[in-house]
Nanobody, 128 residues
Framework: VQLQASGGGLVQAGGSLRLSCAVSGRTGSSYAVGWFRQPPGKEREFVSAIGWSGGWSDGSTRYQDSVKGRFTVSADRAKTTVYLQMNSLKAEDTAVYYC??????????????????WGQGTLVTVSS
């Protein structure tokens, strides 16, 4: 599985950005794509995930508490691109954002060690 994240940039606090994660390869029929971020000088943390089971078209989602109501994860119909719409951005959202593939689906979707394949990061900088 290959993943490629894009869409990062510089934005003012209160603004919006949409990250994209292009997913290709043998993803399987039950899997999740998660978004993680690593703020400067801090450890990587879970942000959000979307997953599918047995080929169902509607994905289930999960969010870290600090982004609930501000971030929305979604995917295109073909599941080849996963999006992270980020609204009402705050300075503390500044980080390198990564997308990753979890072959176990939404099980333990918040744990980075459950993700097998990772894309390169994209930097999001929110100025206050």
């Amino acid at each position: 599985v290959q993943l490629q994240a894009s869409g990062g940039g510089l934005v003012q606090a209160g603004g919006s950005l949409r990250l994209s994660c292009a997913v290709s390869g043998r993803t399987g029929s039950s899997y999740a794509v998660g978004w993680f971020r690593q703020p400067p000088g801090k450890e990587r943390e879970f942000v959000s995930a979307i997953g599918w089971s047995g080929g169902w078209s509607d994905g289930s989602t999960r969010y870290q508490d600090s982004v609930k109501g501000r971030f929305t994860v979604s995917a295109d119909r073909a599941k080849t691109t996963v999006y992270l719409q980020m609204n009402s951005l705050k300075a503390e959202d500044t980080a390198v954002y990564y997308c990753a593939h979890n072959p176990s689906g939404m099980t333990y979707s918040g744990r980075s060690d459950r993700y097998r394949y990772w894309g390169q990061g994209t930097l999001v900088t929110v100025s206050s």
